[in-house]
């Protein structure tokens, strides 16, 4: 069965420093990846997207950024956090042959 | 561009059923969503309609699906504890080549009473 993996659970950052939040997914091939960050505990807003190994795709202009260096890793970043970049970050996979899409445990990020 | 909408709060005694109600504007989406968070964790896919049915039902859920509306309705039956959480809502034009992307609607919170 297919699984999704998020870490870390938990990270605290002061303003300015680097971050990176990395996902992967056991169980399947060649998935559609995202990245969504949600603001306190309300509605969801999509970050990126990716098709594939090195597409990505940046759903709003931010101080964030997204890689995708294997099939089924995917890596958010930054090189200065903002306070405003605080919140819960989500990763989700789904395959192209179906429109489930599933969610991992989350990363729950404080700028401080 | 899309936007879907949801009431913020419900309230609901246990043994009640619930309605989660949602809106969207999006006439081209062709998946609907519902999914649940409970508190500290991801969201948990519970259901989903394509656009083409009226009505989906698995065990408790019952999805209402009023496209000529686009209206989208949850009903959980005999309510239990356990299903307080927050519900989203969640819709898709389901185009493979655009990755699928979801809109999602501001969540429900539903507080169920003993």
């Known amino acids: 069965s297919q699984t999704i993996h998020q870490w870390p659970a938990t990270l605290v950052q002061p303003v300015g420093s680097p971050l990176s939040l990395e996902c992967t997914v056991e169980?399947?091939?060649?998935?559609?990846l995202y990245w969504y960050r949600q603001a306190a505990g309300r509605g969801l807003q999509l970050l990126f997207y990716?098709?594939?190994?090195?597409?990505i795709s940046s759903e709003v202009p931010q101080n964030l950024s997204a890689s995708r260096p294997q099939d089924r890793q995917f890596i958010l970043s930054s090189k200065k956090l903002l306070l405003s970049d605080s919140g819960f970050y989500l990763c989700?996979?789904?395959?192209?042959?179906?429109?489930?899409?599933?969610f991992g445990p989350g990363t729950r990020l404080t700028v401080t | 561009g899309e936007d879907v909408e949801q009431s913020l709060f419900l309230s609901v005694r246990e043994g009640d059923s619930s309605v989660i109600n949602c809106t969207y504007t999006?006439?081209?989406?062709?998946?609907l969503y519902w999914y649940k968070q409970e508190p500290g964790a991801g969201l948990q896919l519970l259901t989903y309609?394509?656009?083409?049915?009226d009505m989906k039902q698995d065990q408790r859920l019952t999805v209402l699906l009023n496209k000529k509306d686009k209206h989208l309705s949850l009903r959980i039956a005999d309510t239990q504890t356990g299903d307080s959480a927050i519900y989203f809502c969640?819709?898709?034009?389901?185009?493979?080549?655009?990755?699928?992307?979801?809109?999602f609607g501001g969540g429900t919170r539903v507080l169920v009473k003993p």
């Open positions: 999006d006439s081209s989406s062709t998946y």
């Open positions: 989700a996979w789904s395959v192209s042959r179906t429109y489930e899409q599933y």
């Open positions: 169980g399947t091939s060649n998935p559609n």
């Open positions: 309609i394509f656009s083409n049915m």
């Open positions: 990716s098709v594939g190994i090195g597409q």
């Open positions: 969640a819709e898709s034009g389901g185009t493979k080549a655009a990755g699928n992307k979801l809109t």
